[in-house]
């Protein structure tokens, strides 16, 4: 079964794991990344650019309409929820924050399972909330494969801990092999 989406929701602790993920990816997914990450509002994004410095691919800030694209990374931006239109549109949206986040983990993996079905993989990984849970739960109704950052290995472990102990995952991973399982997971793919 082909993966077309890795959607990856992290918080606190989860930039170090994204950026060794980043770092060591191969350089021709088959694939597309949407990362969907707390963080502050600001006038101006730097995580895109930092990301870049370590990435062979593309790293792309999603804004309203972007079209989703093979073997390109994408940011949700701060301050808006991200919606998947279909397999190869995205929307944003402002409306209240949940989990006291915007973007929140759970409405983007809720669409993309919505969406995506049994083509998705969602990667949850550190972070102080429990933002993620749901949309994994909803990503697991529609077929989708889940993967959990080790509580044991996360900066921060309750989301990664509320996760494992709520829903039925296919995989706890570690920073040092999520890099690993996903480029098996693109060679797969090939096949």
């Keep these: 079964m082909e993966t077309e989406l890795v ?6 602790g989860s930039l170090q794991v994204i950026i060794e993920l980043i770092r060591n990816l191969d350089a021709d997914l ?7 990450v707390h963080r502050k509002a600001q006038s101006v994004s730097i995580l895109p650019s930092l990301l870049q410095q370590y990435s062979k ?11 989703i ?9 701060a301050d808006y929820h991200l919606l998947f239109d279909d397999k190869t549109n995205v929307s ?24 995506f079905g049994d083509k998705l993989l969602a990667v949850l990984l550190s972070g102080a909330n429990s933002d993620g849970v749901e949309g994994l739960q ?3 109704k529609n077929g989708g494969k889940i ?3 080790n509580p044991d290995t996360a900066q921060v472990d309750y989301m990664p801990r509320q996760a494992a102990e709520r829903v039925r995952f296919n995989q706890l991973i570690t920073s040092e092999n999520l890099p690993i399982q996903l ?6 793919n090939k096949l």
């Design 30 to 36: 088959s694939f597309s990344i949407v990362l969907v």
């Design 69 to 77: 694209e093979i073997n390109k990374i994408y940011i949700a931006p």
């Design 7 to 12: 959607i990856i929701g992290g918080s606190a």
């Design 57 to 67: 691919i593309e790293v792309i800030e999603i804004e309203d309409k972007t079209e």
């Design 92 to 115: 944003l949206d402002r409306s209240e924050k949940l989990h006291f986040s915007r973007p929140s983990i759970d409405i983007a993996f809720s669409s993309a399972g919505e969406v």
């Design 147 to 149: 993967w959990i950052q």
């Design 138 to 140: 909803h990503i697991k």
């Design 183 to 188: 480029n098996e997971l693109n060679k797969n």
